[in-house]
């Protein structure tokens, strides 16, 4: 995999910051992921982790909350799925992209934003850059609940991934899509400068030098994604 780049706004680094992110990941209980597990109950119609009931709640914003256990087999059990792509883009960011460079957004220009932010993450569900857009719609246009329900899922979210391991090489964390390698490097509030494919399935992004900080870099675990993606013809 080569290195990307991804835009990260100051307001979706803000949100993660609030939701504790950077404490968490200092300092949380490791989950190693059971694939086996995760595939035998998202695949079972009468488990409470069955993928398509985890998936019509997630979809939805639903009132009736999921928790970690029930994102962690949506995120692991999606790749799992007929039409799970680890490289898959949505061919409408461009739409959004017509939007999010502006500074004051109209109420119509608002609209827009979340219509095509909410197609784009029926394609790609867990494209953290356009959940980022879609969060920014809802919270300027005052839909408050909908946000905290919505808000709560990306919490939920980075922290079944992030659960899955620490970033070291011992218990790297384990991603279904590469461009979380990097979403997770910015949300510490770290830089990636650099990419390395280490083998047996592990990554390990190079991070900038930061102060007080001995960190350099962070591992990740993507042995099953390459493996799907290989299965279904992707390289």
Not at 11 to 25: D, N, P, V
Not at 89 to 108: C, M, N, W
Not at 210 to 232: A, H, I, P
């Amino acid at each position: 995999m080569k290195l990307h780049s991804i835009k990260i706004t100051a307001f979706f680094i803000l949100l993660a910051m609030a939701m504790g992110i950077g404490a968490q990941a200092q300092k949380k209980e490791l989950i190693p992921v059971d694939f086996n597990r995760v595939k035998s109950v998202t695949s079972n119609p009468e488990s409470r982790f069955y993928f398509p009931k985890l998936l019509k709640i997630y979809s939805a914003f639903s009132y009736n909350k999921m928790d970690r256990e029930d994102m962690r087999n949506l995120y692991y059990g999606y790749m799992f799925q007929e039409d799970y792509n680890p490289y898959r883009q949505s061919a409408l960011a461009e739409k959004v992209e017509e939007y999010i460079y502006k500074k004051d957004l109209t109420r119509e220009e608002c609209d827009s934003l979340e219509h095509y932010a909410s197609l784009s993450l029926q394609d790609n569900m867990f494209d953290f850059e356009q959940l980022e857009y879609f969060a920014y719609a809802l919270k300027a246009k005052k839909k408050h609940n909908r946000y905290e329900v919505f808000r709560n899922n990306i919490r939920l979210l980075l922290s079944a991934i992030m659960t899955s391991g620490d970033g070291t090489k011992e218990h790297p964390w384990v991603v279904n899509c590469p461009m979380h390698e990097y979403d997770i490097v910015n949300f510490l509030g770290f830089k990636a400068v650099d990419h390395e494919e280490i083998g047996d399935g592990i990554d390990y992004v190079k991070v900038e030098k930061r102060e007080n900080s001995k960190v350099e870099g962070f591992y990740f675990d993507v042995k099953m994604m390459l493996e799907m993606g290989r299965r279904k013809g992707f390289e």
